[in-house]
């Protein structure tokens, strides 16, 4: 059951806001992909260290994904709404006075020189000074957030409103909420058990692709895709991870990780002729860097859910299958550099090669 309004669902505002807001969603992807991934690739270059890549079958759903944290790698927390989150919520989305964006409050927690100048419009996203903002911010514990303005009224307007957001919401309560809503429980996590509680769990964290019962950002990034959906609107969570050395995104549309990937030459120029390029073209438009022969190119891989996660057709309660699997691989794409303007993703089926 969608618990946001498809687009014909909409009022001609609620259309309008909504292209808006994909269009800044794009523009959002491209700069977070940055930060993700070139930049953290270059962290490592700076420090003389050779990049960690993410093995194919890391990508796979239900992969266990080896505990190592590497410092380079720049972790962080985004959550991009569409509309405004109601007071209400701040209880477990923890957004108030005392971490708005405001320059007292980024002087208090010593993200900003006392030297250095902060304009109120540098945090709408319109602004030319906003990804510098943002980039000041990702580094921050905890999550940014973005939300519409409410006071603008004429026009939907977008600002990073809030920074060092922390999500309370339990995971318990979280995945008692999915599993509610898939029908696998009535009312309460444990009403069959500590050991199906356990399962439920389990499967919380594999709806969303990620490793059993991880912790740090990627906790919180799942936690707040299921909170968020009380909230009738569209939201995107982006995470970066130090161990996972992905982007993940969570939005309306599933679950998507972005990893860089080293190809060989021979390899680049099978992937230009299978997609009617030069291998000119291919290594101008998707090559983000270079090691010797080899390029490096951002892989994406996309996942969709099986119907074991779809809301029964007859609405009654059913068992869990801890074996049955909720997602599978719908997407492998090789995607152009940041900034790339007429070219698209090419699609390289890898993961199970």
Not at 119 to 146: G, M, N, P, T
Not at 161 to 174: E, G, K, L, N, T
Not at 198 to 203: A, F, H, V
Request: with cysteine; aromatic share 12%; proline share 5%.
């Amino acid at each position: 059951m969608a618990f946001w309004r498809v687009r014909e669902e909409l009022s001609q505002a609620g259309r309008l806001r909504r292209s808006y807001y994909e269009l800044l969603r794009d523009e959002m992807d491209r700069h977070i992909l940055q930060y993700a991934l070139i930049d953290s690739y270059n962290n490592f270059c700076a420090r003389k260290i050779p990049y960690p890549f993410v093995e194919k079958r890391e990508l796979k759903p239900r992969a266990r994904i080896p505990g190592v944290e590497y410092e380079p790698q720049n972790a962080f927390l985004v959550i991009f709404v569409e509309d405004t989150i109601p007071e209400a919520n701040k209880k477990y989305i923890r957004f108030l006075d005392v971490n708005k964006t405001t320059k007292k409050n980024l002087l208090s927690y010593e993200i900003l020189p006392l030297s250095e100048k902060f304009e109120r419009s540098q945090k709408y996203l319109e602004s030319a000074h906003f990804i510098d903002l943002l980039k000041k911010l990702l580094h921050v514990d905890y999550a940014l957030l973005i939300q519409r303005d409410p006071a603008s009224k004429l026009k939907d307007r977008y600002n990073l409103s809030h920074f060092h957001v922390r999500i309370d919401w339990p995971i318990a309560d979280a995945a008692e909420d999915l599993a509610r809503s898939l029908r696998y429980i009535s009312k309460d996590l444990y009403e069959k058990g500590d050991k199906y509680a356990e399962d439920i769990q389990k499967k919380y964290f594999e709806y969303y692709c990620m490793p059993l019962m991880i912790g740090g950002r990627r906790t919180a990034a799942i936690v707040a895709s299921q909170y968020m959906k009380r909230i009738p609107c569209i939201t995107t969570v982006y995470a970066g991870s130090s161990e996972s050395r992905a982007l993940i995104r969570i939005s309306e549309r599933g679950v998507s990780k972005s990893i860089l990937m080293k190809l060989t030459n021979k390899e680049m120029d099978q992937i230009a002729a299978d997609n009617n390029l030069t291998p000119r073209t291919f290594k101008n438009k998707y090559v983000v860097a270079r090691e010797k022969k080899d390029g490096i190119c951002i892989f994406q891989a996309t996942y969709s859910l099986t119907n074991h996660v779809r809301f029964p057709d007859d609405g009654k309660l059913r068992e869990i299958k801890p074996d049955l699997n909720w997602l599978s691989v719908s997407g492998q794409h090789i995607l152009p550099k940041p900034g790339v303007w007429k070219y698209p993703p090419l699609p390289l089926n890898v993961i199970y090669t």
